[in-house]
């Protein structure tokens, strides 16, 4: 969908700017090491975690008086095994200039290069790639001043296992605690819907940072076209700015974020000021249904569900929207207002789609002319409450039988899955797909989780080359989530 | 020679320091063309003839608003055919960092581009390496701030090509005048003293800058070693720093320049200064004759006459060094002082040069144990004043026509050929030298004169590839030198 008109919602833009945090700052430096490095050296410096922020490195030299400049390379890396990729080899369709990479001549020394752009990384590795054979470079120190709007919080857990995954999931969330909530430190670097509604709900648990929730939902409310279509996602450098691209179910994910909100903070200005723009969605959304039926997907315009280009869209976008619309009902009850209407279309599409998209014979809900089966299609029903538990923990018991499913691809649509897990009454099984999905990242010396993830296939990557995989992404913060309200509380 | 100790003579260094000049800057501002960039595409922007200095590249885009960085590649060049070459392919063994080429990562949009390093073209490409392909980048305007501290000059000849070698010559003087005279601005952007020399004689004759000429005439002196050794080049940026190593034939060549300095400007406080440093180079250069013969190249040290690796330097230094004392003579007479050893030197040094370099058969002086042929050994004999004008003439006729004489390489040793046959009275034959050889660089489309420059290899580089060749150099500035003392007037 084009971004026609834009008009800035000023008063909007001003109460998102009022909750922009000032960032907590970290320095950390390290020593250089005792080696001296000339033409094709290079050198790992590991900074213990994962960081977002920009480095100094101070260098001085040996030998000498240097009487060519030095060509250096720098590489950034969240996991230390890209450094055995080479940005050369990359040739995906996301722009190579995301890859971590900077060429820099050093025309005089000793001097302290100042790299002004942020980079995420916990590994740095500096290589000589030109200088003169009369000298040779010292690495004196390097400096990392490293951002988050996140306090420090310790990591909790009933054992090992758990305190390491609820680590590796603050840290995530901490990375991406920025001035907004971004989606990644090293790409997109912003703010993206369908990431912000899964940061903050592990951020009431964890951080509980309401302001910078309450500053991306205005955001997102302050970029909205004249005609109400709120963004995919917002840029906010150099100035705010809506994308000109939305997502049917993003859009819709709205109304859930904002209801989780109020049910946090009972901020009734916030809840008040964009409740119009919540109904609104629903309005917007209605236009792609035919009768009580979504249009399937190609008509449906871009609805993201997961990182799969074979999933059909069609079910599960219809059952975003019933999600959505739930959450509306809940929200206009708990401000006190009429609900009846939403509530009656809830009725007709929930009963349209039993109708169009339950498979009796498969007891699973199918998408498309295909009639496509996935995990993305039937957790989605199974999240917008239209079976009873048993009868939802029945479908995810097939569902894992079928050979034909569709599997989840990305920790954001594995959320959703563990949500229908647990929204199913299936408690231990969603802690399983959670010690193993994370947990598999995390044998894999993560320090933040990956944005995706697919333990069958390491090098997958929806780009055409992992070297733009971002490892650490706010989707896959939600084990925070998950263990801090559903399992360490209750053990 | 190391430059075991390094006393740095403070008085000189503040007297080079008080005549360090103000550079004149000036801008130049091309307006962006009247195209869009997307991926692999590149555009060059033409600045209208050799420029040394910093640019800003102001940058907007069209589109979708930037949702990735922009990874750019700068390349700057002196000829345009420099763009043909790729830095991938260079593997000399001077360091590739000389090569002018940038890649820069561009966040956020509008912006301009402060490059703070220096460059040296006319040439500059802009290539888009990575860019997302929801937007295009448009150049608003490339803005040249260049540097130089000569004035303004108009070339002079009479006719167009005189005026034309005349102009390239100023041209490649004044790139090369920044706060000392360097030896090219693109490479190795200091001050060497075979280049100093030639710069010093050209400048004397068009820009009349004799301030500069004193200031690297302290330089050198500030920086030579506890024993008098004077460096072959001296750094200045970050600070002065005599280059460790000296040659035999530029430390000598401190003298004539001295000479020629003092014979311009009758400065006694500069040439009594340095004076004792003149004399201290003919005593060190002194311990490397055996008896009144100069040790053979293996024992000599490096001694440089021409970028010729194959060149048998011995007779050759020999003559320098002669040439050098000569000139000591000049100055001491001119001063006043006693000169008469040195004259007895001379003589003692010659006869045996005429006995032990000297082929009677061939009727030209010879270098080394196989009795090596060479321009350079014989162009400096005539250059040191062994032979008649007459008998000068005759053998500079026998080398032309001698297959077996080794041709100069550089502008450098062009220079001395030219010297050697105006020391000879052949007026025309060093016209037409000049004419053939500089306006060979001026019909390639010079806008200033090359570093090395083989008529019949046109891509002979003494680094191991032509990408570190400097395309304005020094050393090649001596026609505006020839013209103007020697043509222009009497015609």
Known sequence: MGH????????????????KPKLNIERKVLKGHDCLLKENDSDIYDFGNHYTGSIKISLSTKGRFPDAPALLKLRFAELKDEFEEDSKNYHGWISKSWIQEELIHVDYFPTVLDIKRVFAFRYLEISVVGISSNYQLHVDSVELEATTSAPKLEAKGNNKREKQIDSISLRTLRECMQEEFIDGPKRDRRLWLGDLRLEAITNYETYKNYALVKRCLYLFAATATEDG?????????????????????????????????????????CANDLLPLAIKQIEIARRRFYGDIINDSDQLGWCFLDWSLELNKQAGAQAVYIYAEEALVKLLKL??????????????????????F??????????????????????????????????????????????DAIKPVTPYMYH????????SGLYDKAYDVIMNYWGGMADLGADTFFELYNPQNKDESPYGGKQVNSYCHAWSTTPSYFLRKYYLKSR
Request: hydrophobic share 40%; glycine share 4%; charged share 30%.
């Open 416 to 423: 959703h899955y563990v949500s229908a897990l647990i929204a």
């Open 4 to 19: 026609k008109i834009i008009v800035m919602n000023k008063k909007f833009l001003e109460i998102a700017d009022k909750y």
């Open 229 to 269: 279509v709120i963004s995919q996602s917002v840029f906010t450098k150099p100035e705010v700015f809506g994308d000109e691209a939305s997502m049917f179910d993003y859009s819709l994910l709205f109304i859930p974020t904002l209801l989780d909100y109020y049910m946090e903070t009972f901020d009734k200005e």
């Open 358 to 403: 339950y498979d009796k014979k498969l007891g699973l809900f199918v998408s498309g002319k295909d009639r496509q089966i996935s995990y993305a299609t039937n957790c989605w029903y199974i999240l917008c409450d239209i079976l009873s538990e048993e009868d939802s923990a029945d479908l995810l018991i097939r569902l894992e039988n079928n050979k």
């Open 335 to 356: 401000l006190g207002k009429d609900y009846k209407i939403y509530l009656e279309d809830i009725e007709a599409k929930k009963k349209a789609a039993l109708n169009v």
